[in-house]
Protein backbone atom coordinates (compact mmCIF):
# COMPACT_ATOMS: atom_id res chain seq x y z
CA UNK A 1 0.00 0.00 0.00
CA UNK A 2 0.86 3.57 -0.15
CA UNK A 3 2.87 4.95 2.95
CA UNK A 4 4.94 7.96 4.19
CA UNK A 5 7.89 7.14 6.02
CA UNK A 6 11.14 8.81 7.27
CA UNK A 7 14.32 7.62 7.37
CA UNK A 8 15.89 8.93 10.87
CA UNK A 9 13.41 8.39 13.75
CA UNK A 10 15.59 10.90 15.97
CA UNK A 11 17.93 13.58 15.32
CA UNK A 12 20.35 15.62 17.84
CA UNK A 13 21.74 18.46 16.66
CA UNK A 14 23.79 21.47 18.43
CA UNK A 15 22.10 24.53 19.00
CA UNK A 16 22.89 27.00 16.31
CA UNK A 17 23.55 23.98 13.76
CA UNK A 18 21.28 23.36 10.27
CA UNK A 19 18.78 20.54 10.75
CA UNK A 20 17.67 18.25 7.67
CA UNK A 21 14.74 16.00 8.45
CA UNK A 22 14.07 13.71 5.53
CA UNK A 23 10.20 11.86 4.19
CA UNK A 24 10.16 9.17 1.76
CA UNK A 25 6.70 8.89 0.20
CA UNK A 26 5.45 6.08 -2.39
CA UNK A 27 2.51 7.51 -3.66
CA UNK A 28 3.72 9.32 -6.88
CA UNK A 29 0.17 11.04 -7.60
CA UNK A 30 -0.01 12.58 -3.95
CA UNK A 31 0.20 16.57 -5.05
CA UNK A 32 0.66 18.16 -1.63
CA UNK A 33 2.59 18.36 1.29
CA UNK A 34 2.58 19.54 4.19
CA UNK A 35 5.72 19.21 7.26
CA UNK A 36 3.95 19.44 11.14
CA UNK A 37 5.92 19.88 14.20
CA UNK A 38 4.21 18.28 17.46
CA UNK A 39 5.64 19.72 21.16
CA UNK A 40 4.98 17.49 23.75
CA UNK A 41 1.37 17.77 25.31
CA UNK A 42 -0.16 19.60 22.15
CA UNK A 43 -1.09 18.98 18.68
CA UNK A 44 0.48 19.24 15.29
CA UNK A 45 1.14 22.55 14.51
CA UNK A 46 1.60 23.38 10.54
CA UNK A 47 5.18 24.72 9.74
CA UNK A 48 5.28 24.74 6.02
CA UNK A 49 3.34 22.99 2.83
CA UNK A 50 4.30 22.56 -0.62
CA UNK A 51 2.61 21.50 -3.84
CA UNK A 52 3.73 19.16 -6.43
CA UNK A 53 4.32 21.72 -8.77
CA UNK A 54 7.33 23.32 -6.61
CA UNK A 55 11.20 21.75 -5.91
CA UNK A 56 11.32 24.42 -3.25
CA UNK A 57 9.30 26.13 -0.79
CA UNK A 58 10.96 28.73 2.00
CA UNK A 59 9.35 29.97 5.02
CA UNK A 60 11.02 31.90 8.29
CA UNK A 61 14.28 29.44 9.00
CA UNK A 62 12.62 26.57 7.28
CA UNK A 63 12.95 25.24 3.92
CA UNK A 64 11.17 22.73 2.33
CA UNK A 65 12.80 20.38 -0.40
CA UNK A 66 10.75 18.30 -3.12
CA UNK A 67 12.42 15.93 -5.57
CA UNK A 68 9.34 13.80 -7.18
CA UNK A 69 12.19 12.24 -9.28
CA UNK A 70 12.99 9.76 -6.35
CA UNK A 71 9.74 10.61 -3.73
CA UNK A 72 11.85 12.82 -1.35
CA UNK A 73 11.01 15.68 1.01
CA UNK A 74 13.21 17.50 3.28
CA UNK A 75 12.75 19.73 5.73
CA UNK A 76 15.18 22.31 6.30
CA UNK A 77 15.44 24.09 9.49
CA UNK A 78 18.43 27.11 9.47
CA UNK A 79 20.25 27.85 13.16
CA UNK A 80 18.15 25.51 14.95
CA UNK A 81 16.94 26.51 18.67
CA UNK A 82 16.39 24.67 21.77
CA UNK A 83 12.71 25.48 20.91
CA UNK A 84 12.27 23.88 17.49
CA UNK A 85 13.11 20.33 19.80
CA UNK A 86 9.95 18.81 19.12
CA UNK A 87 8.65 15.33 16.71
CA UNK A 88 8.27 16.24 13.12
CA UNK A 89 5.65 14.80 11.07
CA UNK A 90 5.23 14.43 7.28
CA UNK A 91 2.06 14.61 5.86
CA UNK A 92 0.88 13.64 2.03
CA UNK A 93 -2.24 14.66 0.56
CA UNK A 94 -3.31 11.06 -1.57
CA UNK A 95 -4.34 11.54 -4.90
CA UNK A 96 -4.95 9.19 -8.00
CA UNK A 97 -3.40 8.46 -10.91
CA UNK A 98 -5.98 11.19 -12.68
CA UNK A 99 -4.36 13.72 -10.13
CA UNK A 100 -8.01 13.74 -8.37
CA UNK A 101 -7.31 14.41 -4.11
CA UNK A 102 -8.76 11.36 -2.17
CA UNK A 103 -9.24 14.68 0.83
CA UNK A 104 -7.13 13.19 3.10
CA UNK A 105 -3.31 13.33 4.75
CA UNK A 106 -1.24 10.30 4.85
CA UNK A 107 1.08 10.85 7.99
CA UNK A 108 4.93 9.85 8.68
CA UNK A 109 6.20 8.18 11.99
CA UNK A 110 7.68 11.22 12.49
CA UNK A 111 11.20 12.18 13.55
CA UNK A 112 12.27 13.00 17.08
CA UNK A 113 14.49 16.48 17.03
CA UNK A 114 16.05 17.30 20.11
CA UNK A 115 18.31 20.32 19.93
CA UNK A 116 21.01 20.78 22.43
CA UNK A 117 22.49 24.58 24.73
CA UNK B 1 -11.30 31.28 21.67
CA UNK B 2 -9.22 30.54 18.57
CA UNK B 3 -8.49 27.85 16.75
CA UNK B 4 -9.70 24.38 17.41
CA UNK B 5 -10.66 23.34 21.07
CA UNK B 6 -10.95 19.83 22.17
CA UNK B 7 -12.37 18.94 25.88
CA UNK B 8 -11.81 17.08 28.02
CA UNK B 9 -7.69 17.27 27.67
CA UNK B 10 -7.28 13.89 29.77
CA UNK B 11 -9.59 11.75 30.18
CA UNK B 12 -9.38 8.21 32.34
CA UNK B 13 -11.98 6.13 31.90
CA UNK B 14 -13.03 2.28 32.92
CA UNK B 15 -13.88 -0.44 30.10
CA UNK B 16 -17.70 -0.07 31.36
CA UNK B 17 -17.88 3.74 31.36
CA UNK B 18 -19.62 5.68 28.03
CA UNK B 19 -17.68 9.02 27.47
CA UNK B 20 -17.65 11.55 24.44
CA UNK B 21 -14.86 13.60 23.50
CA UNK B 22 -15.60 17.07 22.25
CA UNK B 23 -13.78 19.48 19.56
CA UNK B 24 -14.98 22.91 18.45
CA UNK B 25 -13.15 24.70 15.64
CA UNK B 26 -13.45 28.24 15.31
CA UNK B 27 -12.19 28.63 12.09
CA UNK B 28 -15.02 28.39 9.73
CA UNK B 29 -13.63 25.28 7.89
CA UNK B 30 -16.11 22.83 6.27
CA UNK B 31 -14.19 19.25 7.00
CA UNK B 32 -13.28 17.96 10.48
CA UNK B 33 -11.71 14.78 11.09
CA UNK B 34 -10.66 12.38 14.49
CA UNK B 35 -7.59 10.74 14.71
CA UNK B 36 -5.72 8.48 17.13
CA UNK B 37 -2.39 8.95 17.94
CA UNK B 38 -0.70 6.07 19.71
CA UNK B 39 3.43 5.88 20.75
CA UNK B 40 5.63 4.73 18.33
CA UNK B 41 2.78 5.00 15.55
CA UNK B 42 2.10 7.61 13.02
CA UNK B 43 -0.87 9.22 13.02
CA UNK B 44 -4.33 7.39 12.15
CA UNK B 45 -7.09 8.79 10.84
CA UNK B 46 -10.63 7.73 12.15
CA UNK B 47 -13.20 9.48 10.48
CA UNK B 48 -13.99 12.77 8.35
CA UNK B 49 -16.63 15.09 8.00
CA UNK B 50 -17.53 17.07 4.84
CA UNK B 51 -19.90 19.66 5.43
CA UNK B 52 -21.51 17.81 8.32
CA UNK B 53 -21.72 14.46 6.46
CA UNK B 54 -19.48 11.70 7.54
CA UNK B 55 -16.92 11.09 4.32
CA UNK B 56 -14.58 8.41 5.66
CA UNK B 57 -15.05 5.79 8.40
CA UNK B 58 -11.39 4.08 8.72
CA UNK B 59 -12.67 0.26 9.86
CA UNK B 60 -12.94 1.50 13.41
CA UNK B 61 -14.63 -0.21 15.67
CA UNK B 62 -18.18 0.34 16.77
CA UNK B 63 -17.28 1.67 20.29
CA UNK B 64 -15.91 4.54 19.10
CA UNK B 65 -18.84 6.77 17.38
CA UNK B 66 -19.03 10.00 16.19
CA UNK B 67 -21.56 12.95 15.97
CA UNK B 68 -21.15 16.07 13.69
CA UNK B 69 -24.33 18.03 14.72
CA UNK B 70 -22.54 21.14 12.39
CA UNK B 71 -19.68 22.33 10.88
CA UNK B 72 -18.04 23.61 13.83
CA UNK B 73 -18.55 21.14 16.06
CA UNK B 74 -17.50 17.38 16.30
CA UNK B 75 -18.07 14.55 19.31
CA UNK B 76 -16.54 10.98 19.24
CA UNK B 77 -18.89 8.60 21.71
CA UNK B 78 -16.97 5.99 23.95
CA UNK B 79 -18.15 3.08 24.83
CA UNK B 80 -17.25 -0.12 26.24
CA UNK B 81 -13.43 0.45 25.30
CA UNK B 82 -10.37 -1.72 25.46
CA UNK B 83 -7.17 -1.28 27.20
CA UNK B 84 -5.34 -0.99 23.82
CA UNK B 85 -7.83 2.25 22.80
CA UNK B 86 -5.62 4.40 25.25
CA UNK B 87 -4.38 6.76 23.12
CA UNK B 88 -4.28 10.80 22.34
CA UNK B 89 -7.00 11.76 20.30
CA UNK B 90 -6.72 14.72 17.86
CA UNK B 91 -9.51 16.83 16.34
CA UNK B 92 -8.47 18.68 13.10
CA UNK B 93 -10.20 20.73 11.04
CA UNK B 94 -9.46 21.89 7.19
CA UNK B 95 -11.04 24.14 4.91
CA UNK B 96 -11.71 22.01 2.35
CA UNK B 97 -10.71 18.12 2.20
CA UNK B 98 -7.34 17.60 1.67
CA UNK B 99 -5.89 21.34 2.05
CA UNK B 100 -4.16 22.18 5.47
CA UNK B 101 -5.50 20.71 8.53
CA UNK B 102 -5.48 22.35 11.88
CA UNK B 103 -5.33 20.37 15.00
CA UNK B 104 -6.74 20.73 18.41
CA UNK B 105 -4.35 19.92 21.65
CA UNK B 106 -5.91 16.02 22.06
CA UNK B 107 -7.25 14.40 24.79
CA UNK B 108 -5.34 11.76 26.45
CA UNK B 109 -7.34 8.95 27.34
CA UNK B 110 -6.21 5.74 29.35
CA UNK B 111 -8.91 3.08 29.56
CA UNK B 112 -8.71 1.18 32.44
Known amino acids: GESVGLHLPTLSVQEGDNSIINCAYSNSASDYFIWYKQESGKGPQFIID?????DKRQGQRVTVLLNKTVKHLSLQIAATQPGDSAVYFCAENEANAGGTSYGKLTFGQGTILTVHP | ETGVTQTPRHLVMGMTNKKSLKCEQHLGHNAMYWYKQSAKKPLELMFVYNFKEQTENNSVPSRFSPECPNSSHLFLHLHTLQPEDSALYLC???????????FGPGTRLTVL
Open chain 2, 92 to 102: ASSQERGTEQF
Open chain 1, 50 to 54: IRSNM
